[in-house]
């Protein structure tokens, strides 16, 4: 183990580091100037259990029904030797009539370990680019590999198509319906993504045998039931972007070192659970810990994150905690209380004088906070005055 | 390389000419930045007038139309050109010059035309009694698919003029109900033509004749990363000298020095968030105007050897927002500067100047918006110019870049667009950081 | 969002409840709103699971779908339900009123109005709308004719939800936090009850603490379509399954205890929300209506009319997507009616015209000179043309020649003459026309007087005319032509459930 998996592994404990899939891999984009996720996630901590520790249990969890909805979907769509996905790849990438072949690679016989199965999909696949006799074949439970910082994560995509002309096509099944043409566009952005860590895998995979990555499309295939039935309806989605997007997280994560010069030694997050399972670490304790790693809350983590309840909690009295966009309005400054002591104080209406936050009292008016005074006294005028004005009178004429 | 540039250009346009004598129902023209579109847009209109075929001129503005009557009534004495205008039309001066221009707001008054030049929302109120053989529609990339639809039953055929690497068209309203479909309202009148006409040819300007030779490569590949353009001049064919000397190590005299020596600057004021009408950069951007003008600036391009003083009115100041602009307007009126522009990106395409000033969007800002970030608006400020561009910028833009989140929403049958407004920001930043002066 | 609305949201951060940033109301609230709060099953893209809906707080109806995935009970959900909205529906079809000066001469007097608790609920509506107005009434897949009905007139609603000058459909937290900041952040404003906590907190809570016990779910169970994971899971999986068993097992007496069980489950999910409805209907009835939120109501009014003639007459449903010309001419209206409104709602609300007066849209103050009799031109051309001379303190507008209006006199036209600096404040002299008649004195209060305080905008509240439109059939070639005729097919009928 290398220094920075040395320092990582010190950070998560004696836990076991959870293994990443797609759905987190993708994640990673979602706050990159957040030192507390970065950490977290390369050190692979269990953030629910951690947020639930402290006091701040994570308000995320799945209903059975859209679980039990997405692997009935799947497997309709996969069945007998996935027929109704054949159709809808025939028309979308010309494969062969009258069949393709159907290659299941999840039959190894036994109970193989995770490196067997990843090393029989690679050899599988990088055959089929060479012996011109497999074109057309989808093959069903691959496993994939990719390097996430200094871990490797296993991943699985729904299918791997593969055409004629000798390119891969990814397919992922997801069972959001799409209404005459259109789909909600926050899941089909996770698709994508997600769909765009499957494309780096199998170009990863396939480099070993010296394959270039342009035989792994950027154009995935993504299937959703059709308007409010259950046939299967294909889209193509062009994820080069979702591809640059990766690349750039996946190159942030490796400089984690960084980040990690910055914390104090000795840092970690342990829940030191005793021989029965009950974490033995204090919860203030581990507050306090987290709170060495600085995080960089904005709203938004309230449905990408599990530490979001106590990043906001820690938050509060901040002006990020009412959204970019308003701390941004507000002169970009940090603390509403120090808005407000900007604006006027007595002055702002409802505000009852003196009240001051600990920490504020004396932030002087520097030279910075000069443009965002005039801005937020401005703001503070024009609303007084127009709260007394109350509605206007029509004149005659 | 101005001789082998035109060779380059001419065989475009002899492309495009023969292709507008073929059979074809539209043509597309893509042009970069200063790639000749008027002077394509002219020629076009006098060769199918020579060919006796009607044409009628699209274009977005008035000062666009105007710009196409001189020019065209200059290229073409004798023809009788038809300027079609909205009852509160004022003409200026180069379109009242010439004689053969006739004025109207009816387009009975203008019948014996050979050609009829108007803004796109005026030809939307025309009703005529026969289509015109031929349209061209200039600066078709900004101008939205809806508008389009409601010309287009003007004519046969059309020529699309237009450069896709700036602003996109807008609207106030946010919707997705037409996201996906093919005739969407607010995609812009070029991108909705090729999808329904997927096999019209699609011809691109290779050469800009404003770009410098500095400039050319880094735009062509931030901004036109598929198919990309050649400066007309080659290396020290453009540039800038001064009559003054610089006193004291002042950094506005060496990013002035830097931009003449490379034709980039990028003046980099200490990293601070900042209000939007952040009055340091203002001030900066005033001072850098101010002492370009002070310093006698002169200019040396293929056209004039000798050179030729840069004036306030070859000077303009960029910038994302209306209150930047008028935040800068007003620092160089406090400078005593006079005649120099400060506007949008908006406001400033289609404009040309020896050399801008730019006011980066990102600077001072905590985060990037889709708005910032978006790549038209950078390409317009930064191909402004014809000697030398200089940005200024709060430092802190690569942190912001490197922090921002995608989390886009993506929507189905939507064709990717490219550049991705981040990526160009990225490769724009990277070089500009090779000239950088940082500011006390 | 503008600073004048963070800045709210900065005071109830310290006050610790919610701050108006509207000293009026600007829509419409009727004095019968049909309230409906769906639920869906999750997983799927519109499956009904229950529906609380009435236009009263007393007595609502709760419709329970025991197998959400069954098509008939799916269908027998719909039924119930437009039995509800149909009745409700026909109760503004008996009285109209006339329209003098227009086409057609009379509409229907008053418009129902349907409130969603949010904006998923609005989402939830139009599929539902969607699912169901393409059914047939005959054939293999009959459904009642009732559920295509109200498949189109759910469409309708949501239709009219997209137009910002409609109060035909509104979602509770959008009105809410138009009208009110709150001390969080617009994504957790989406949150019912957290939002009425900030605006309604119960005695003895601040904004923050009631808000903070509406995020538990146990509490405060969501106000939907989507249901809490954990409910799901430990509730609803189990009685679900308990009706399913008894009724295969053909147990009468089992079956009525399973379903009471289910829709005891589920009136526990929908009551909360119910009444937290109402809570919001009553807070914003309390609130003075805009000047402008009759005129807009009164399209509305328009708008119901024509659909519900549309229907009688036996008139094609909604398509499924735009085609081009039917697009362009949404947009078009949207633009148009985006614009009307964003200036009606400062016309009608002097904090809405800060906002606009700290973006340097308007600006606002005291006469300070006035030439109420200057004539120009000559003989018989001699036009009235005031100036009057405005003190302000507010970003004046950037350069003469700009036409700006009042709301006190919008039909007076003001145009900036001239802009200069006095002393840290600005003097705008404006040039006047219109509103005072022909003669060549200004009626008395026709223009603003000495001292008296006003505010112009660069923006007026009139009407524009919509622009002209090819007919579909006309259609160019660069949008794809003329589309195909709609011809229903058995496709819109027949669907495979799950």
Redo the contacts between chains.
Sequence with gaps: MNGTEARLARIRGRALAKTHNARTIAALASNPGCARRAIMDAAGVDKPRIAAHVGFPAPFGQSRFALARGNAFEAQVKAEGAAQLLTLLRERLNLPIPQAHYDDLAEVGGNPSLDLRHARTKALLARAVTSPGEAGTMFDHPLLRLAVGGRHAFLEPDLIAFQLRGRFHIVEVKSFAVIDGQADGDKVAAAAIQSAVYVLALRDALAEQHVPPEAVSHETILVCPKDFSNQPVATTLDVRKQLTVLRRQLARIARIDDLLDLLPDGLTFDLDPGGDGVPRRSPADLAAAIRQVEAAYVPECLSTCEMCYFCRDEARGCTAALGRAAREELGGVEHVATVLRLAGGAETPGVPGGTVAPGTARTPVTPDLAEAAELLRRAARLRAEASRAGAPRREAG | MTERAAELAEQAAARILADLGGSRRGVVVDSPPGAGKSTLVVRAAAALADAGEPVMVIAQTNEQVDDLTDRLAAARPQLALGRLAAGDYAPPDRVTRHPRVRLSTRLADLSGCPVVLSTAHKWATVRAEAAWPWAIVDEAYQMRSDLLLRVAGLFQRALFVGDPGQLDPFSVVQTERWTGLSWDPMQSAVAVLLRHNPDLPVHVLPVSWRLPASAAPVVSEAFYPFTGFAAATGPGERRVAFATASFGDHAVDRALETAAAHGWALYELPARHAVRTDAEAAAACADLAARLLQRGAVCHSERSPAGDPVTAGRVAVGTAHRDQAAAVRAALADRGVTGVTADTANRLQGREFDVVIVLHPLSGRRDATAFHLEAGRLCVLTTRHRHACLVVARAGIPELLDAHPSAEPVHLNVPVRFPDGWEANQAMLAHLSQWKVRAP | ???????????A???GTA??TC??RHVHVSARPLVFVPLA??????APLAAIVGDQPQAPALLVVAEPRDRDQRFAFAADLAAVVLRYIDGYLAEQEPTPGREPATRYADAPQLLVPNQAGITFTR?LG??TRFRRTEGPYAVPPSVPLLGRWLTFFTERA?SPSSSLMLAATDVLAAHWAT??????DRNLGALLGWIDPPPGMSG?QAAAAA?DPVRCPPAGPA????F??EV??QRMLAVRAARLSGDGRAFQRAAAALTAALATQLEPTWALMWRAVALLRAL?E??HVAARWDGDKDAFTWHARHVADGGPPQP??????A??R???S??RL??MVAAQRA?????V??EH??A?EAFAGRVVAAEPDRVVGAGARRVLRPRITVET??VPP?EPGGTFTS???PGQQARVVAVTAAGGRTRVVLELRG???RSLTP?P??MPALGEFVSYAAFGDGWQPP????APE????????PPARYAPDDDDAR????
């Design positions: 969002m503008s600073t004048l609305t963070s800045l709210a949201r900065a005071v951060v310290a006050t701050q108006r000293t009026v099953l999750a997983g799927e893209a519109v599929l969607r699912s997209e001390g969080q952040s617009p994504v957790e923050a995020e249901t809490d994971p954990t799901d899971n609803l999986d003075p805009g000047a499924r997507r735009d085609g081009a010309v697009a362009a949404r947009l078009a949207l633009e985006h614009e016309f009608d609300d002097p904090l015209m800060a007066r700290l340097g303190g507010d950037a709301p006190a006199r509103g005072m008649g009626p209060g026709s622009p002209a439109f090819p006309d259609t160019p070639w660069t949008h794809g032509g669907e495979d459930w799950s």
